[in-house]
């Protein structure tokens, strides 16, 4: 595996530096690492990266992605998927468990994980449902997948709620023993039988059954007292509303143990986007009105939301082109999330660059418990790093996607910023805003399991 030298980077508190990665310590999570910082560095035998005017952010992780293999690889695969992840500047993703089977067995995530090595691109944890095929009656295999190759250490029904307060209680007892935690997919059911977008004027006007905003901040307000009554953690998916951010705030502020995400399209697109019926604005929850977004933009940066995911969810041409009642829930995101964090947060001055790493890096490793990731550049750090040109504007096209499914809500969006340069495990995935080919990559993959 080849040193790389990063020449000229700028990090995000501001200083430029050479970056130069290379083999690491067998006792490392990445066996490679950030060999040395500074000016004018040099090393023989590197492949030299200009990298002058390009930020360097340790590996973006995504906590919420949707890869979709086993069973619904027209969709996605764990490899496109990867795929799609260098390319959006991602070193590592958690795949939810509503697959077919579902992961609720140590086998199913076992495979899923050692599909992620095989790609190589990324990093790939998986998450285990919380019940048996995600019906919401039985507790799954929780003990076998933590215990497992896979070391699961995150739980969600992502997709659908735990809806049964008692078997949500149970399931937040038997997490808490060995230090996991359990993502929620916030939704009552009986409240959106029949919705296909957010409940309001609009959703009178259109004449579609309406989401409100009280099913998803009734199962908050039910969960974070559940936790705490527990001394469990919990976290919330793709909060949405203003109402649950609120909700969130006042569990904070008491010291319970939870955590939240808000989704890049939750910061960005509104619920007039319904008007046109395309359904690559169908989603789940829906777009809400402006009000809500302004309120996620808000808590993301105090601290509220602690988290941007993706809730990458890819979907056959089939699936999309068609009515809208008959469309399924879902868009892309991986490609695209660093850029619209970028519109949304950093060129509105909500955020500085530091925030956006710890939004999109930092926080969702540790959440995540996915170690080698998220740490920040220096010396020693896990060779994991995006390099992102923040300068540039482009008109996002199905040129920018990586993965099977060109479900995006930005397709024709003007949107800023680019990912150049991706490195995992101290290897090249994406070059010259190109992803590696997946050959190369795992050859190199492979060679770095073998390292001793």
Not at 55 to 71: I, K, Q, S
Not at 296 to 317: E, N
Request: charged content about 20%; hydrophobic content about 40%; proline content about 4%.
């Amino acid at each position: 595996m080849n040193d790389y030298l990063l020449k000229g980077a700028t990090l995000s508190d501001g200083r430029t530096t050479d970056i130069i990665l290379g083999p690491g310590s067998s006792g490392t999570a990445s066996r490679a690492a950030v060999k040395a910082l500074g000016t004018n560095l040099s090393e023989a035998g590197a492949t030299v990266i200009d990298a002058n005017g390009l930020l360097a952010l340790p590996g973006l992780v995504d906590l919420h992605t949707h890869l979709r293999e086993p069973g619904f690889e027209g969709s996605e695969t764990v490899l496109t998927g990867s795929r799609a992840a260098a390319k959006g500047g991602f070193t590592a993703v958690n795949a939810m468990a509503n697959s077919s089977p579902v992961a609720d067995t140590a086998g199913v995530v076992e495979q899923v994980q050692a599909l992620g090595d095989r790609a190589g691109y990324v990093t790939v944890r998986p998450i285990g449902a919380v019940s048996q095929g995600l019906k919401g009656t039985h507790l799954s295999e929780i003990g076998a997948m933590a215990n497992s190759r896979a070391a699961v250490r995150v739980f969600s029904d992502d997709g659908l709620c735990v809806a049964d307060p008692l078997l949500m209680r149970r399931a937040l007892e038997y997490i808490k023993g060995f230090g996991g935690v359990l993502a929620q997919h916030a939704q009552e059911p009986r409240l959106t039988e029949g919705a296909q977008m957010n409940e309001g004027e609009l959703s009178a006007t259109l004449g579609l059954g309406g989401w409100p905003a009280v099913a998803e901040e009734a199962i908050i307000a039910r969960d974070v007292l559940l936790a705490h009554h527990v001394g469990a953690r919990l976290h919330i998916c793709h909060v949405s509303t203003a109402g649950s951010v609120e909700v969130v705030r006042w569990a904070k502020s008491r010291g319970f143990e939870v955590t939240a995400e808000v989704t890049p399209h939750h910061l960005l697109l509104t619920e007039d986007l319904v008007s046109t019926y395309d359904a690559r604005y169908k989603v789940n929850p829906p777009l809400r009105r402006s009000e809500d977004v302004e309120a996620l933009r808000g808590a993301l940066a105090d601290g509220t939301i602690d988290i941007v995911a993706t809730d990458h969810a890819p979907h056959t041409a089939e699936a999309k082109s068609c009515e809208w009642a008959g469309a399924a829930n879902g868009m892309v995101g991986l490609e695209s999330a660093l850029s619209v964090v970028q519109k949304t947060m950093v060129d509105t001055g909500l955020l500085d660059w530091a925030g956006v790493e710890r939004v999109l890096s930092a926080a969702p490793a540790r959440i995540g418990q996915v170690s080698g990731q998220g740490q920040p550049i220096g010396v020693g750090s896990p060779a994991e790093i995006t390099l992102y040109d923040r300068s540039v504007s482009r008109s996002f096209s199905i040129d920018d996607l990586a993965g099977k499914s060109t479900n995006s809500p930005y397709l024709e969006r003007e949107l800023p910023g680019r990912v150049v340069a991706t490195f995992h495990g101290g290897y090249a995935t994406v070059l010259d805003a190109a992803v590696v080919d997946t050959e190369t990559v795992s050859a190199q993959a492979a060679a770095l399991v073998g390292a001793p």
